[in-house]
């Protein structure tokens, strides 16, 4: 039977890129098709393109960083024109400044059979850069590409000055997710910082739960900018970029309060800190997950920073943005039980 919003497409109400159905979770499946023509450059306030509920589940697919320009030997970074489109924004219900946005990966299947990873100059965590500024030239442009083998779950790295190759285990995930910033501010889709954005976190994947701190109306969530698979700090500048085909399920903590984005899973509570210098990120991320341990699980500051001082791990997921990424998790099993709210 077609959707009744079917009638609203043709009548040109709703547009044609987007549809919805029930899921079985009691929301809806909001479809989104993502387009060269629709997608933003930044995170900002501005007219969404969908509105979802809480409880919804969001079903869309997203550009690679590159826009999809680069397919083939012989291709060149002159030939993108922008980095990082994004899909979105997404307007969520009865989100306001001052709640918390959850968003829950559901699903994350890497849409092609090949992924792009790309030296930029002047870009990477062992370049020159407005912020570490030297006098030696830059490297020279490079460009990989990366057969996917959907089988084996596995891309394949060639060098480009020899005859090594070697398979690298697939990990998709979302390297770009966040909402708009407060205060009327568009920040570009390279920027990671306390709205999310560019976090080119691992994090961002299948099973893992993302908490987003709302500073607009509606929320405004934006998603792009999908990773085949990423080594820590993505020194060079970038994973394996590839589209993604993304299915994400929304909803909102009203009157919860959170000032950086965090992840969660059965196993981990995951608190980011997004900053330079790369100790100020680590000192963000441990402080958050003191808090987050202290409000939630009822341990004092102090106990729980002595015991963050023995069980606590940390990723520094980013090294090459405006502003490094590092997180800090502990694993469940080290604490109490969850206060009752």
């Known amino acids: ?46 007219p969404p393109v969908a509105t979802l509920r809480p409880g919804d589940i969001l079903d869309t697919h997203t550009l690679d960083c590159f826009a999809g320009a680069l397919k083939k030997p012989g291709d060149t970074l002159s030939m993108v024109k922008m980095d990082n489109p994004l899909s979105g924004p997404f307007y969520i219900e009865s989100a306001e400044p001052g709640d918390t946005l959850m968003v829950k990966f559901l699903d994350l299947t890497i849409d092609g059979d090949q992924g792009v990873g790309a030296y930029s100059p002047g870009f990477g965590a062992l370049s020159t850069s407005n912020y570490t500024p030297m006098l030696n030239s830059d490297l020279p442009e490079r460009i990989w590409y990366y057969p996917i083998d959907h089988t084996t779950n596995t891309a394949t790295f060639k060098a480009a000055d020899s005859n090594f190759s070697t398979r690298i285990p697939l990990h998709p995930f979302m ?14 889709s390279i920027v990671p910082a306390e709205f999310g954005g560019n976090m080119d976190s691992p ?44 299915r994400v399920q929304v909803d909102v903590i009203k009157g919860k309060k959170i000032a950086w984005p965090r ?56 090294l090459v943005d405006p502003n490094y990424v590092v997180i800090a998790k502990i694993n469940k099993k080290y604490l109490p039980a969850k206060k009752a709210r």
């Open 263 to 318: 992840f969660e899973n059965d196993e981990h509570l995951m608190a980011t800190g997004i900053y330079r210098p790369l100790e100020d990120a680590a000192r963000i991320a441990y402080t958050e997950l003191v808090k987050w341990v202290h409000d939630d699980y009822g341990l004092s500051e102090m106990d729980t920073y002595e015991l963050l001082s023995k069980v606590a791990e940390v990723r520094v997921s980013e």
């Open 175 to 188: 390297g770009c997710v966040g909402d708009a910033p407060a205060d009327g501010e568009a920040r570009s």
């Open 1 to 46: 039977m077609r959707h009744p919003n079917a009638l609203l497409v043709l009548l040109g109400i709703l547009p044609s890129c987007l549809a919805a159905q029930t899921s079985g979770s009691g929301g809806k499946v909001v479809s989104f098709t993502t387009t060269l023509d629709n997608v933003k450059t930044v995170f900002a306030t501005v």
């Open 203 to 246: 994090e961002a994947s299948a099973g893992n739960t993302l908490y987003l701190p709302v500073s607009v109306k509606g929320a405004l969530l934006y998603l792009g900018d999908g990773h085949a698979a990423m080594g820590d700090g993505e020194v060079a500048g970038s994973a394996i970029e590839v589209p993604m085909h993304v």
